[in-house]
């Protein structure tokens, strides 16, 4: 089985670099470049030279190129101490044109130029739009390079895995001899009162990198983060993986228990505490708070997160489905040919004929006549909300494992075992119980995997319909947007899951069904 599982795993890691690489090329250049900016509000603000330079910032944060400054090349040089900052005050002011330029700035603009034109950089010059001067007519100098997908495809597979250590933190001297890991059953959060483990670094970038709480998935970790990019347009600034992951809602307060004991009602979640290089530990509040640099904390929100409200619709859709579609596929095959079959077919055909959109227009049509709410409020706790989203989700599903397991079922009543078991007077309801029925639920079992952390990747056309801010409306969130970062990390996020699904759903299978074996002697 090892070889087996080692030989599917490279296989599928060949397949999401594959599918990466292909999203890639679809985004960064089959689509136009210039689409990002029709939903950008603040483009249309910009003018003159300013409109322009905004354009290759963003195309920077974008990933499409890379973006240098005169100025910044001014600083690095500074920083490789080949000039002092007076130096690089008095050449930093180019002129509005380039005879404007006093000598010793265009010696440094003429190797700005050469240093970077020697490393494959287009050099861009505005001059100075004296008209505009004020709203964004300065003069302007920069170089840029387009990053090949190539590069690109690298540099997100690199950048994939981020592990916290306690040398993450460099040059603390609060830190000698304090760096380390600690256990504990007591999370201090709790005021050391509630069992709840915890793991807490010190010299680490995240204070607590292993927790319990009460938002899915309950157990929390910090040690090993994953990187699928990061938000410019959906939650900007912000990394896909925690926009998927943090709570959302109104802020809320509960009774907090700070590091230095102090209790009171707070939104900080200490939990979310990372490292910040430049807190003040003389504040007055700071002081009164924390014992250390770990002060940089998020809010506390009353929502789940995206993925938790995917995988809480996901989950209980796909157990209203299997409760309904298991016995009805296996009354249908029963009762082949009989009006029930006639009548669980025809919704076969009509959920298969009608495009999903439609239907679940018509079932939320019908669900809001009945005063079932038909958009969901990410700060209203009413349960009802719930229920339309899964019935449309689970539904279409339902007609499919009615389909599958009538035909499989219908198969093996036909099958020469079972023949042979009839005709040795073993008894319909054993063979069905004994024999057919075990055999149809085999590859059931293989779709559990699948079915479980599928709901975590959400429902792109329901969530959309119903306003559920999930995994699946962020993935159309980004389309609309040209979040080009999210729709890639997006889609290596799934394809992952997809990989794993199948793994899982194999190992299942063979330990299910002993007739089933991965090694190469069983065949």
């Known amino acids: 089985m090892s070889k087996y599982l080692i030989k599917r795993l490279i296989r599928g890691l060949i397949s999401v670099v594959i599918v990466v690489a292909v999203i890639m090329i679809l985004v960064f250049s089959l689509i ?14 910009k003018q003159s030279n300013a409109r322009e330079t905004y354009q290759y910032e963003r195309w920077e944060d974008y ?34 044109t380039e005879a404007d330029d006093t000598e010793a700035v265009k010696e440094y603009v003429t190797k700005f130029k050469n240093y970077y034109t020697s490393k494959g950089y287009k050099i861009v010059r505005l001059d100075a739009d004296m008209r505009k001067l004020t709203v964004g007519g300065q003069q ?23 592990v916290d250590t306690i040398h993450y933190v460099e040059n603390d001297e609060d830190l000698v001899g304090k760096r380390g890991l600690s256990f504990t059953f007591f999370d201090p ?30 157990i929390h970790q910090n040690i090993v983060k994953l990187h699928l990019g990061k938000s410019f347009a959906v939650n900007r600034g912000v990394e896909v993986v925690e926009t998927m992951t943090r709570n959302q809602g109104t802020i809320y307060k509960r009774e907090i228990v700070y590091p230095t004991g102090l209790v009171e009602e707070s939104v900080d979640d200490l939990h979310s505490a990372v490292y910040a290089a430049n807190a003040n530990l003389n504040n007055a509040f700071i002081k009164q708070r924390f014992v250390d640099k770990y002060t940089d904390v998020r809010s506390m929100l009353t929502s789940g ?35 029930f079959d006639k009548i669980a077919t025809a919704y076969i055909v009509f959920i298969l004929a009608v495009p999903s959109l439609v239907y679940i227009f018509i079932f939320r049509t019908v669900g809001m006549a009945i005063k079932l709410p038909g958009k969901f409020d990410i700060d209203d706790s009413n349960p009802l909300q719930y229920v339309l989203p899964i019935v449309s989700l689970a539904l279409p599903s339902v007609a499919g494992l009615m389909q599958w397991l009538r035909r499989y079922m219908i198969d093996q009543m036909n099958s020469d075992y079972v023949k042979f078991a009839r005709s040795g007077g073993m ?5 069905f119980t004994k024999h057919i029925l075990k055999n149809a639920a085999i590859p059931l079992v293989h779709n559990i995997p699948g079915t479980i952390l599928g709901a975590l990747v959400g429902a792109f056309i329901t969530e959309t319909i119903y306003s559920v801010p999930g995994t699946g409306r962020m993935l159309t969130e980004a389309i609309n947007l040209r979040d080009n ?20 759903g194999d190992i299942l299978m063979a330990l299910v069904d002993p007739r089933i074996s991965f090694s190469d002697k069983a065949r």
């Open 485 to 504: 970062s999210v729709i890639v990390g997006l889609a290596a996020f799934y394809s992952m899951l997809s990989i794993i699904s199948l793994i899982l």
């Open 189 to 218: 959060v709790y005021g050391g009162k509630k069992f709840s483990p915890a793991i807490i670094g010190n010299g680490t970038k995240h204070k607590y990198l292993l927790y319990f709480d009460s938002n899915f998935p309950y």
């Open 63 to 96: 990933g499409y190129l890379d973006y240098v400054k005169y100025t910044e090349y001014l600083d690095m040089l500074v920083n490789e101490g080949t000039i002092t900052p007076e130096k690089r005050t008095e050449v930093a002011k180019f002129g509005y």
């Open 32 to 45: 136009k470049r210039e689409d990002i900016f029709k939903s950008d509000p603040n483009f249309s603000k």
């Open 427 to 431: 008894s319909e309801r054993g063979i």
């Open 140 to 162: 302007v100098l920069f170089a840029y390079k387009d990053i090949p997908v190539l590069t690109r495809l690298g540099r997100f597979f690199v950048e994939l895995l981020e």
């Open 305 to 339: 997160s995206r993925i938790s409200l995917s995988f809480v619709i996901g989950i209980l859709s796909s157990i209203l489905a299997y409760l309904l579609g298991v016995p009805i596929g296996i009354a249908m095959a029963r009762n082949k040919g009989k009006w």
